[in-house]
């Protein structure tokens, strides 16, 4: 799923970060304990663990919700019938097997029969059945539907079969069914956008809801009935701090115990004795990319002389020196560099102030009195909008705004709380240009996002991209199973938007997470640390809630 940070196929993120629960037994001045000197201590049930987030959750509800906070939270709360595993491949999660015919067009799901809803109730077919019409449903405000546009029908023979057939090959389907498996028995015949479970929602995952406090925290308990086991710890927090130097401060604080390092912090404020003992820290490749997104619908943007521009007067490097201190790599395009459908031969624009000025004055821009280019009477000048909370993205504007001062360019920052941000612009197209990042899957489909039929209020095309050959290629892309000609349609995406610049890819950051040394029970893999978030426990004489 796509999901916005700051999307899971496609997360965006600039979002905000982690959340978490504070005990009241704590207070704020305590420091987490010291490593065990017996690290093989027994694993033991009990403790909470406190995540800090930079946004609140919107809703609670997955298919409505397209920001990577909310899905933080669902994501411990609800399954779907599959899921990756630690080293990326597709598993099973609801569903216990599944079986895919020969011709790739039918896919047998067999679900898990020891299952229940939080709320005792038994899971069945029908809950897949319900999730599917209701993403279907035209009066369904979802970003996810496109997925399931494409199944030509979903039938149960029994409680415990889900077969789902498709009209023609479609290449993420199997992935497609990582989507959350939704309680019928609570939803149908409602109005989803008016249900009670988008703040208290009632799922089948490890953990379950307990409270949400708006401004604060979301509180999770672990479901003792899960299906892969209980998890050890009893409580999961979230807490919302939209300043990752207070958060910084509460986790050195013993206020949080798990966040997402900023690059200096990791580089720079964590390296001593202390810290170590208190806290492990993680490095490894990000799912996601930053981007400057350009608002296509307006008149200054439409020029794609001016897009590239921007792009030609933005040193890629220097912003990962300077904002990421090296942990970082550069975007061309919106594939990660390393996967098998990233192009390795982009033909990136190289940073050239030169050839920006150029650009621009080929666009009709000439050197104003006050040192800015003019045309038509008006000042070359537009706000770039981030969301509040995330000095890694203000870095990065403020180096921006100055390199592109020097080839003439007026630009201002406007900083905005991250409800606001996707409310009141991002989902009405109510910025010039737009500072985020995107979470992606490892599929490479990236239909919602660049698809000319995606533009809608809430949809993920909200820079209003269109190109048809694009949407041809994004179409045949999904609907092969054959890699290579799946490749073919995506390295002449990437050429195409190297060459229209819709977007200018910055860069791809390493993942920087810490948490508290007395959980034990981490194991990192190629899909991060949190995999295995079931296994992690506090040794019994470590627990402090």
Not at 266 to 281: L, S, V
Request: with cysteine; charged share 25%.
């Amino acid at each position: 799923m796509i999901v916005r940070h700051g999307i899971l196929r496609w997360r965006r993120y600039g979002i905000a970060g982690m959340i978490c629960l504070l005990c009241a037994a704590c207070t704020a001045g305590e420091t987490p304990a010291p490593r065990s000197s017996s690290p093989a201590a027994p694993p033991a049930y009990g403790d909470s663990l406190v995540e800090g987030t930079i946004g609140e959750a919107s809703t609670l509800i997955p298919i409505l919700a397209s920001d990577s906070a909310s899905h933080s939270v669902a994501g411990l709360i609800y399954n779907g019938l599959i899921k990756y595993d630690k080293n990326l491949k597709i598993v099973g999660d609801l569903a216990e097997s599944y079986q895919i015919s020969p011709d790739g067009l039918t896919i047998t799901f067999k679900l898990r029969k020891n299952v229940t809803w939080h709320d005792g109730k038994p899971f069945t077919s029908r809950d897949v059945l319900y999730t599917y019409r209701v993403i279907i449903d035209p009066k369904t405000p979802t970003a996810y539907s496109e997925d399931f546009k494409q199944v030509a029908a979903v039938t149960a023979p029994d409680s415990f079969t889900v077969i789902v057939r498709y009209a023609k090959p479609y290449a993420p389907a199997l992935a497609s069914w990582s989507v959350a498996i939704l309680p019928a028995h609570l939803l149908e015949g409602q109005d989803i956008t008016k249900s009670p479970l988008a703040r208290k929602p009632v799922g089948t995952g490890p953990f379950r809801f307990k409270e949400w406090v708006a401004g604060q925290k979301v509180v999770l308990e672990a479901n003792k009935e899960y299906f892969e086991g209980r998890p050890y710890l009893d409580r999961y927090v979230y807490r919302l701090i939209p300043d990752t130097s207070t958060m910084y401060m509460e986790l050195k604080a013993g206020g949080v115990d798990q966040m997402g390092l900023t690059p200096v912090q990791f580089a720079r404020q964590t390296d001593t004795p202390r810290f170590k003992a208190a806290f492990n820290k993680y490095r490894y490749p990000s799912n996601g990319y930053l981007y400057l997104g350009y608002n296509l619908r307006h008149p200054l943007f439409k020029d794609v002389r001016v897009r590239r521009a921007m792009t030609a007067a933005i040193n890629k490097d220097e912003l990962i020196q300077g904002v990421l201190f090296g942990m970082g790599q550069k975007a061309d395009g919106p594939m990660i560099p390393g996967r098998w459908a990233h192009n390795p031969k982009i033909k990136d624009i190289p940073f050239n102030p030169d050839y920006a000025r150029q650009l621009l004055a080929e666009a009709g821009w000439k050197p104003g009195d006050d040192g800015f280019l003019q045309k038509d009477g008006k000042t070359l000048r537009f706000t770039i909008l981030t969301n509040q909370g995330n000095q890694q993205r203000l870095m990065t504007a403020q180096i921006i705004q100055q390199r592109l001062k020097q080839v003439g360019v007026d630009v201002r920052i406007r900083i905005v709380e991250w409800a606001a941000f996707l409310k009141e612009f991002i989902d009405k197209g109510n910025f010039e240009v737009v500072l985020l990042a995107w979470l992606t899957s490892q599929d490479p489909d990236m239909y919602d996002i660049w698809h000319s039929s995606k533009t809608k209020p809430g949809e993920l095309n909200f820079i209003g991209y269109n190109n048809p050959e694009v949407d041809r290629l994004l179409e045949e892309g999904r609907s092969t199973f054959d890699i290579e000609k799946r490749k073919k349609a995506y390295y002449r995406i990437q050429d195409i938007l190297a060459e229209e610049q819709p977007y200018t890819f910055l860069y791809v950051p390493d993942a920087l997470p810490v948490v508290s040394s007395r959980i034990r029970g981490i194991e990192p893999a190629p899909a991060g640390i949190g995999h295995n978030l079931i296994k992690w426990y506090v040794p019994k004489l470590e627990q402090r809630y």
